[in-house]
């Protein structure tokens, strides 16, 4: 399948504001939440913060990887190698998520969402991917090695 060239971009758009506001929120704003926490929310707290910020890297990534293919930089076939994909996204445990103050939430909340959504592409093209045959898979091989 191929991803429209806007809405890789207003996903792009999306998920950079989104880590501009995690940034700020659980770098500076967040600050005062977190110190008012027991000390293991504060660790449950420093562990989402990064949760939610390796969900937008990753979205961010595969979104530019997108655009390397719409610019011609780099093929379909090339963007489905394992290393190019989305790949799976931190898991948040819901005890960890119920004691965390309401504005972090609603950035775990959402980067969660833009994830999901950046998966449900990103499996789109494996589905519509062709098939190479494995004689064909090895020959190709063998031209890159000589």
Do not use: N
């Not at 506001?21 to 660790?43: C, I, K, N, S």
């Not at 592409?121 to 190479?132: F, G, T, V, Y």
Request: aromatic share 6%.
């Amino acid at each position: 399948m191929r991803v429209h060239r806007k809405l890789i971009d207003s996903l792009y758009v999306e998920a950079m504001l989104l880590a501009d506001e995690a940034r700020t929120y659980f770098d500076e704003g967040g600050r005062l939440e977190r110190e008012a926490l027991d000390p293991l929310a504060r660790v449950a707290f420093s562990c989402e913060s990064l949760k939610v910020t390796t969900r937008l890297m990753h979205v961010i990534a595969w979104l530019l990887t997108q655009r390397a293919i719409e610019a011609g930089e780099m093929s379909r076939r090339d963007a489905l190698d394992p290393s190019r994909r989305l790949g799976a996204g931190p898991v948040t445990e819901a005890a960890a998520f119920a004691a965390m103050p309401e504005h972090a939430k609603g950035l775990i909340e959402a980067s969660i969402e833009l994830f999901r959504r950046t998966a449900m592409l990103d499996e789109a093209q494996i589905e519509q991917a062709p098939m190479l045959s494995p004689a064909l898979s090895m020959l190709r091989r063998l031209e890159v090695a000589f």
